[in-house]
C-alpha cells in the first residue's frame, strides 16, 4: 500500500522548519500530490511559512492537491510560526497548556483563500506535535503526562497506537523544543 502522506524538516542551528503534506484520496495519486509539496520544500526551504505554502500551491495545481502543513520552530526566539490548509493538525504541548494552531479551510493546489501565517510563543522545554488526519483530532495527553518528558519518538508511537482513526493514511511528528 502506498501512503497519502508525507513529511520533511530541515534544521538550522536553532530553527527548524517542518512541513507535513497529505495529499488527497488515496495510492499513488495522493503520494505525487505529497511528494511535490515535499519536493518544493527541498528546492524553496528558505522561504518562509506563507511563501511556501504559496510556492506549494502553484506546484500541486496539476495534482490532485493536498492538505499541507508549514511549521518554523525558532527555540532560541521562543516562537512557532505555522501556515496551513486543510486538515493537518499541530499543537504546542508544555505541560502548562496546550495550544492547537490555527489552519485554514482549503486544499493546496486547488483552492485556498487568502494564506495566513501565525505565531505563537513557545514555552521551555514544550513539545510541538503535527500530524495528518489519520490521527483522531481530540486527544490530550493528560492520562499519560510522563510522555511529556520522553523522547519525541515515544510520543509520536504513542499517538499512532492509540489515536488511529482507522483506514487513512496517518503521519506524526514530534518535535522537543529546549
Not at 106 to 131: C, D, F, K, M, W
Not at 137 to 162: F, G, M, Q, Y
Request: hydrophobic fraction near 45%.
Amino acid at each position: 500500500m502506498i501512503s497519502g502522506d508525507s513529511w520533511a524538516g530541515r534544521r538550522r542551528g536553532s530553527r527548524a522548519t517542518l512541513v507535513v503534506a497529505d495529499g488527497l484520496g488515496h495510492g499513488p495519486e495522493a503520494a505525487a500530490a505529497a511528494d511535490a509539496a515535499i519536493e518544493m520544500f527541498q528546492r524553496e526551504g528558505a522561504l518562509g511559512a506563507k511563501d511556501l505554502v504559496e510556492r506549494c500551491h502553484l506546484a500541486l495545481r496539476s495534482t490532485r492537491g493536498a492538505a499541507l502543513a508549514v511549521v518554523e520552530v525558532d527555540a532560541e526566539a521562543r516562537s512557532v510560526v505555522f501556515c496551513g490548509a486543510g486538515n493537518i493538525s499541530a499543537r504546542i504541548l508544555s505541560g502548562v497548556e496546550d495550544r492547537s494552531l490555527m489552519s485554514q479551510h482549503g486544499t493546496v493546489g486547488l483552492q485556498i483563500r487568502s494564506i495566513q501565517e501565525h505565531r505563537y510563543a513557545l514555552p521551555p522545554h514544550a513539545l510541538v506535535v503535527v500530524h495528518s488526519d489519520g490521527i483522531l483530532t481530540r486527544w490530550d495527553l493528560k492520562d499519560t503526562p510522563e510522555l511529556l518528558s520522553c523522547d519525541p519518538t515515544i510520543v509520536a508511537a504513542h499517538l499512532i497506537r492509540n489515536k488511529l482513526r482507522g483506514r487513512d493514511d496517518a503521519s506524526v511528528v514530534v518535535l522537543r523544543c529546549h
